[in-house]
């Protein structure tokens, strides 16, 4: 029974498929017919040899199954291995040569690195007993390849067509670069959790103050206390196993179709590339746990309602975490645009594209540009109308010029009979305005030498 895996007996692929080749440093998978190297087919999902057309199906036990594994046990068999002066990571990175069985070459494996192509004849070959090693956690289930390479240079052209901003030699030449299809390492965690919160919830209301020409509304906030509990299942959070990916492109890639995961065998792996975790069990809990807060957060903010929310408290228990260690498909590309190096990665299963891309100065340069002139038409076009609101509202209103003398003109909406009745009050009360306008008036049209009777006169 394997210290640091006790379900090994009953999780683990019969490993005899395939043929251990250097001594135990690698595996081949040769065809029955040829001989030659046999390669995992996306198209009929079994290996199949490159030259006879030959197909072999994946062997698997009838009672391969994968299952979750308790996190707090393993760390535990971890530790113990610690002790006894294991490290999981002994003899798992580092740099490994396997002498090539078809050509005899050497082909240096380097890191986490566990599956590769022999570069002198390209022939599949693979690191043996590293994704099962008795001090490593070994691999429980595998994603396979469902989208062709084909497929995927599609999928890379649409989304490089997709992408505004980027410079137009960028979108007619497109994003030129060899693929290699490689398999991940990830993490996947379970928790069952019990959150307890308590907080303000924050409600809108609003006010009128002030008076005058300074009366206005005003938003304020009322608050009350709210408190709670609520139990969360996290189900397959996933976090990447290897070091010196793009956490943003990774997570671009997601979701991934986990159900179609089969337990693990070398097999699926031949003619791919493929790496090993080398990011702790504990570490990798970590970042989930994070994850997983934040949508707590998000949750305990929902719950708490109104239009802002003032959490003071939040305390979470994880129980019942298991974790599965899995190996994910993904293909890789590397390009350069004016000599400066992108990357593109896409999933496997689904074809979702994640990748970074160049950005067009000129471009966002005129959109800005277009932007800041909008921006002063409508500053224009909202300064005019004030003025010419402000023209409006000062038509009567005396000006002078050259010293008493009053410049007049036909005033329009005026009763008459009103303005000969010299009663102010009702001249306001009439024609809505206000008695010091009109008894300005007044007082300049007889300066002036006008009648009280002449006709109304509106100041220029």
């Given at each position: 029974?394997?210290?640091?895996?006790?379900?090994?007996?009953?999780?683990?692929?019969?490993?005899?498929?395939?043929?251990?080749?250097?001594?135990?440093?690698?595996?081949?998978?040769?065809?029955?017919?040829?001989?030659?190297?046999?390669?995992?087919?996306?198209?009929?999902?079994?290996?199949?040899?490159?030259?006879?057309?030959?197909?072999?199906?994946?062997?698997?036990?009838?009672?391969?199954?994968?299952?979750?594994?308790?996190?707090?046990?393993?760390?535990?068999?971890?530790?113990?291995?610690?002790?006894?002066?294991?490290?999981?990571?002994?003899g798992a990175t580092g740099e490994h040569a396997v002498r090539c069985e078809s050509c005899g070459g050497e082909v240096v494996f380097q890191g986490t690195l566990t599956s590769s192509q022999c570069p002198y004849c390209a022939s599949p070959l693979q690191?043996?007993?590293?994704?099962?090693?008795?001090?490593?956690?070994?691999?429980?289930?595998?994603?396979?390849?469902?989208?062709?390479?084909?497929?995927?240079?599609?999928?890379?052209?649409?989304?490089?067509?997709?992408?505004?901003?980027?410079?137009?030699?960028?979108?007619?030449?497109?994003?030129?670069?060899?693929?290699?299809?490689?398999?991940?390492?990830?993490?996947?965690?379970?928790?069952?959790?019990?959150?307890?919160?308590?907080?303000?919830?924050?409600?809108?209301?609003?006010?009128?103050?002030?008076?005058?020409?300074?009366?206005?509304?005003?938003?304020?906030?009322?608050?009350?206390?709210?408190?709670?509990?609520?139990?969360?299942?996290?189900?397959?959070?996933?976090?990447?196993?290897?070091?010196?990916?793009?956490?943003?492109?990774?997570?671009?890639?997601?979701?991934?179709?986990?159900?179609?995961?089969?337990?693990?065998?070398?097999?699926?792996?031949?003619?791919?590339?493929?790496?090993?975790?080398?990011?702790?069990?504990?570490?990798?809990?970590?970042?989930?746990?994070?994850?997983?807060?934040?949508?707590?957060?998000?949750?305990?903010?929902?719950?708490?309602?109104?239009?802002?929310?003032?959490?003071?408290?939040?305390?979470?228990?994880?129980?019942?975490?298991?974790?599965?260690?899995?190996?994910?498909?993904?293909?890789?590309?590397?390009?350069?645009?004016?000599?400066?190096?992108?990357?593109?990665?896409?999933?496997?299963?689904?074809?979702?594209?994640?990748?970074?891309?160049?950005?067009?100065?000129?471009k966002i340069g005129l959109a800005i540009a277009a932007g800041l002139a909008v921006a002063l038409t409508l500053w224009a076009w909202h300064g005019s109308n004030v003025q010419a609101s402000w023209q409006v509202r000062n038509e009567s209103r005396p000006?002078?010029?050259?010293?008493?003398?009053?410049?007049?003109?036909?005033?329009?909406?005026?009763?008459?009979?009103?303005?000969?009745?010299?009663?102010?009050?009702?001249?306001?009360?009439?024609n809505s305005l206000r008695p010091t306008d009109l008894a300005l008036r007044i007082c300049n049209t007889r300066q002036s030498g006008l009648s009280n009777s002449a006709t109304p006169v509106e100041v220029a």
């Amino acid at each position: 029974m394997d210290e640091l895996n006790p379900a090994r007996a009953s999780s683990q692929p019969d490993q005899s498929a395939g043929e251990v080749i250097d001594a135990g440093r690698g595996r081949i998978f040769p065809c029955e017919q040829c001989g030659a190297d046999l390669e995992f087919s996306i198209g009929t999902q079994s290996l199949q040899c490159p030259y006879c057309g030959a197909i072999k199906q994946i062997e698997l036990p009838s009672d391969a199954v994968i299952v979750e594994r308790d996190y707090l046990e393993m760390l535990a068999n971890l530790e113990r291995l610690h002790e006894q002066g294991h490290e999981q990571g002994e003899g798992a990175t580092g740099e490994h040569a396997v002498r090539c069985e078809s050509c005899g070459g050497e082909v240096v494996f380097q890191g986490t690195l566990t599956s590769s192509q022999c570069p002198y004849c390209a022939s599949p070959l693979q690191r043996d007993k590293i994704h099962d090693a008795p001090n490593r956690i070994f691999v429980d289930g595998v994603l396979p390849f469902l989208v062709p390479e084909a497929a995927a240079k599609q999928a890379l052209r649409e989304w490089v067509r997709s992408l505004w901003w980027a410079p137009n030699a960028f979108l007619r030449e497109g994003a030129k670069g060899k693929f290699n299809g490689v398999y991940l390492p990830y993490f996947t965690y379970d928790s069952f959790t019990t959150t307890r919160y308590a907080g303000q919830r924050g409600d809108y209301y609003y006010v009128t103050v002030g008076s005058g020409n300074n009366r206005r509304t005003e938003r304020r906030i009322r608050w009350s206390y709210t408190d709670g509990e609520f139990q969360w299942f996290f189900d397959d959070v996933l976090v990447i196993a290897v070091r010196h990916q793009s956490e943003s492109l990774v997570r671009r890639l997601e979701p991934w179709p986990l159900v179609r995961c089969v337990p693990f065998t070398q097999q699926l792996l031949a003619g791919f590339f493929a790496r090993t975790y080398d990011v702790t069990l504990e570490d990798g809990f970590s970042t989930a746990r994070q994850r997983m807060e934040s949508a707590l957060t998000a949750e305990v903010r929902q719950r708490i309602g109104g239009d802002v929310q003032n959490v003071s408290s939040q305390q979470t228990n994880f129980d019942a975490i298991t974790f599965k260690h899995l190996l994910l498909p993904v293909w890789l590309m590397a390009y350069r645009y004016h000599e400066k190096p992108y990357r593109v990665m896409i999933n496997a299963v689904t074809g979702e594209v994640s990748g970074e891309r160049p950005y067009s100065a000129v471009k966002i340069g005129l959109a800005i540009a277009a932007g800041l002139a909008v921006a002063l038409t409508l500053w224009a076009w909202h300064g005019s109308n004030v003025q010419a609101s402000w023209q409006v509202r000062n038509e009567s209103r005396p000006t002078f010029r050259g010293g008493d003398q009053l410049v007049c003109k036909p005033l329009r909406g005026i009763d008459k009979s009103v303005w000969k009745s010299r009663d102010l009050s009702e001249l306001d009360r009439k024609n809505s305005l206000r008695p010091t306008d009109l008894a300005l008036r007044i007082c300049n049209t007889r300066q002036s030498g006008l009648s009280n009777s002449a006709t109304p006169v509106e100041v220029a």
